[in-house]
């Protein structure tokens, strides 16, 4: 069912990039590259989702903070964000594991709305931590491999952002070889299908699910060491990836990782459509609202129908 | 007994709160009206809160109620108190026909939803440079009453009574037992005869029109407004922590938790410039996770252990 959705809504973009393609290749080139930012952002959160149940509001913020250690680490040192990569995601890792076990464990049998509120506090205290400890003022580190760009024929474009495409569709294979091949992966799964289920036969339904919130933490604030490479940061840089990272998860639908890929295309391509035109340039921001209202409208009355 | 002893003491709260301005000066006024906007905006949300459903867009509409009044006086040349009544009225007509979509969803789906709606607003706004004065925002000819801080502490007074007023209301008519049921388990609602969309709309509009009209209030206290002021997250982020705090689903509860955060937000951002919204932060989560009936919750326990 889930793959024979994924293989119409790829058609359907194969045919609309194709068009694109001929007709404005800028739109499609900047647009796929935002895709892999928004992809590689919303991943995390929908492995999350889809074996824990939990909607991590404060998911943005773990890559805000992430970036922000990042920043202090390279200040320091001179250190490159790639080298500080691993160091850092195995903090943030250490991170969401004590956050899992600390909060989030304690209110997974409390209702929905505790949990909300729960991770919205969360993302309020992390966003205030930066504002406390480095102020609102933005901060930047500047590479000169960023600018990269290539030419062909009159066409120039810059390259580097491409990066986040390469960690996108990483990440949705890794993702897949872990769940599908390793044992820990397997028992994951099991608990996200059915997790009394999966106590029953014996797993450990607890430890999946704090491993699951060490390695969504671990990848995402992988993506905050590369966020900073290419962004200036602020304690509110992360809040809309939380929310554009909900939209592209609900439009895929919950627990259909590679799916994100598609929708992420979508928005990336959208957004820039818009960009294109002086007079739809300052509308972009609203695509993915539009998107999201009409996406989650559309489950919910489809869903009505069945 | 106890209820005549809940009149008498709400009847002075409102006697003394009424006369206040007499001893003030300007800034303890000024910090009292933030207080009351603030506490008006966690009760409404607690309303809405009975029936289970999270709002997220209280920033949204408090910013649509201010936007809808100032370019009422702005565009259509409108007395400012008359534009406060139409901008109330706008609002809420605007959230009767967006509950028609958004309470069908549920959960997770819906508080996202109103958090999505709140940017919808705030970008349309910051867009429309012609209408809306863009990101530079509107200023008013005047500040309503010519400014005079008595008055504009009654008319938030009033905004606050109007608010309390209806929450009073809503819990002690057969709306709370709808509500409550919906929340509690809205399969049996249903089977019970509760026409739950019905309720909700009802529910969901009131409440917005109620967060419309404090935005009204706002805009025309201080004479001028931009997007990021009206829509300011911490216009859903501070009464969600205040209810939370003091005990939700009651009124008395956001009550005291405004009372409680207001004045402490008030010391605390002349001691933090940067960040003391983290206490908010930290507050939300400890409440959660240790204390989920909040204050109120809290009390009535203890009282309910000594009469044990």
Not at chain 1, 128 to 142: G, P
Not at chain 2, 86 to 106: D, N, P
Not at chain 2, 122 to 145: A, K, Q, T, Y
Request: aromatic share 10%; net charge positive.
């Amino acid at each position: 069912m889930a793959n024979k959705r994924n293989r119409t809504a790829g058609l359907v973009l194969a045919a609309a990039v194709l068009g694109i393609l001929v007709w404005r290749p800028t739109v499609l080139i900047y647009g796929l590259q935002a895709a892999g930012l928004y992809a590689s952002i919303a991943i995390p959160m929908g492995l999350i989702l889809g074996i824990v149940h939990i909607v991590n509001l404060a998911h943005g913020e773990f890559m805000m903070a992430a970036s922000y250690l990042t920043y202090t680490i390279c200040r320091a040192s001179g250190m490159d964000p790639y080298l500080a990569l691993l160091p850092v995601a195995a903090v943030t890792a250490a991170f969401g594991f004590l956050v899992y076990r600390l909060t989030i464990r304690r209110a997974l049998k409390a209702p929905e709305l505790n949990q909300l509120i729960l991770t919205f506090g969360l993302a309020i205290l992390l966003t205030q931590a930066a504002n406390l400890l480095f102020t609102s003022q933005t901060r930047k580190l500047s590479f000169e491999y960023v600018s990269a760009s290539v030419d062909i024929g009159d066409l120039s474009f810059g390259v580097y952002n491409f990066v986040f495409v390469a960690i996108a569709v990483a990440m949705v294979v890794g993702l897949r070889l872990f769940l599908t091949r390793t044992k820990a992966g397997k028992a994951a799964l099991a608990v996200g299908q059915n997790p009394r289920g999966a106590a029953i036969v014996g797993i450990d339904v607890d430890r999946a699910y704090a491993l699951t919130f060490a390695l969504a933490s671990a990848m995402v604030g992988l993506m905050g060491a590369v966020f900073i490479t290419r962004s200036s940061i602020f304690p509110a840089v992360g809040s809309p990836f939380t929310m554009k990272s909900f939209c592209l998860i609900a439009m895929a639908g919950i627990g259909n990782i590679p799916g994100i890929l598609a929708s992420s295309v979508l928005l990336g391509v959208s957004e820039n459509f818009l960009k294109a035109f002086r007079g739809t340039r300052e509308w972009a921001d609203i695509v993915f609202f539009v998107l999201i209202i009409s996406v989650i409208l559309g489950r919910s009355i489809r869903g009505k129908k069945a | 007994m106890k209820r005549t002893a809940t009149y008498a003491a709400a009847a002075i709260a409102a006697v003394v709160l009424a006369v206040l301005p007499a001893f003030l000066g300007a800034y303890p006024l000024n910090v009292a009206r933030s207080v009351m906007t603030y506490m008006a905006l966690a009760v409404s949300w607690d309303m809405l809160l009975r029936s289970g459903q999270i709002s997220f867009g209280i920033a949204g509409l408090f910013g649509l109620g201010s936007y809808a009044s100032a370019l009422l006086v702005l565009r259509a040349g409108m007395d400012p108190v008359l534009s406060l009544v139409f901008a109330t009225l706008l609002t809420g007509a605007i959230a009767y026909a967006l509950g028609f979509a958004v309470l069908r969803l549920r959960a997770m789906y819906f508080s996202i939803t109103t958090l999505a709606l709140a940017e919808i607003f705030r970008i349309v706004l910051h867009n429309l440079h012609d209408f809306s004065g863009g990101p530079e925002g509107v200023v008013l000819p005047g500040v309503i009453f010519g400014g005079a801080a008595p008055a504009l502490y009654w008319l938030c007074l009033a905004g606050l009574a109007i608010t309390l007023g209806t929450s009073w209301y809503f819990e002690r008519s057969k709306l709370h037992l709808a509500l409550t049921a919906i929340r509690n388990d809205e399969t049996s609602a249903r089977a019970s005869g509760v026409d739950i969309f019905k309720y909700l709309l009802v529910a969901f509009t009131v409440t917005s029109t109620l967060q419309g009209m404090m935005g009204a209030i706002q805009v025309q206290s201080y004479g001028f407004t931009t997007p990021e002021t009206a829509f300011d997250a911490n216009f859903t982020l501070l009464p969600l922590a205040m209810a939370l705090l003091g005990g939700i689903h009651s009124t008395l509860g956001p009550i005291a938790g405004a009372v409680l955060l207001g004045i402490a937000s008030e010391w605390l951002k002349l001691k933090i410039p940067y960040g003391h919204l983290v206490v908010y932060g930290i507050i939300i989560v400890l409440v959660i996770l240790l204390m989920p009936r909040g204050l109120v919750g809290l009390a009535r326990n203890r009282r309910a252990g000594r009469r044990a």
